[in-house]
């Protein structure tokens, strides 16, 4: 399993944005699909975003569709999540997951398709 660490979490008042970034430990890290999860207090954790091992693929969801990008950087073994036009309804721990590929193409928008997963990094959006 690959090791994932994210940052970037914080406060941040309704309107305004934020990056998310994890980092993974694994050289092959684009074999990786790579995904964004979300968990609010008392509530399941639900699919926010996803990538294929390319880039070239991306997944949202309905949500958060026009207000984040799911981005990756190969090179750098990082996917980041930059989020526009926040509300107090995106407050949650957000979990960064990943899963080896064999398409190019897939992304993953169910919790049981990944297989490693991040400690979590808390975002508030509040005023």
């Known amino acids: 399993q690959v090791q994932l660490v994210e940052s970037g979490g914080g406060l941040v008042q309704p309107g305004g944005s934020l990056r998310l970034s994890c980092a993974a430990s694994e050289r092959t890290f684009s074999m990786y699909a790579m995904g964004w999860f979300r968990q609010a207090p008392g509530k399941e954790r639900d699919f926010v975003a996803a990538i294929s091992r390319s880039g070239g693929r991306t997944y949202y969801a309905d949500s958060v569709k026009g207000r984040f990008t799911i981005s990756r950087d190969n090179a750098k073994n990082t996917v980041d999540l930059q989020m526009n036009s926040l509300k107090p309804e995106d407050t949650a721990v957000y979990y960064c997951?990943?899963?080896?590929?064999?398409?190019?193409?897939?992304?993953?928008?169910?919790?049981?398709?990944?297989?490693?997963w991040g400690q979590g990094t808390q975002v508030t959006v509040s005023s």
């Open positions: 997951a990943a899963r080896i590929s064999v398409s190019i193409y897939s992304g993953y928008v169910k919790e049981y398709d990944y297989n490693s």
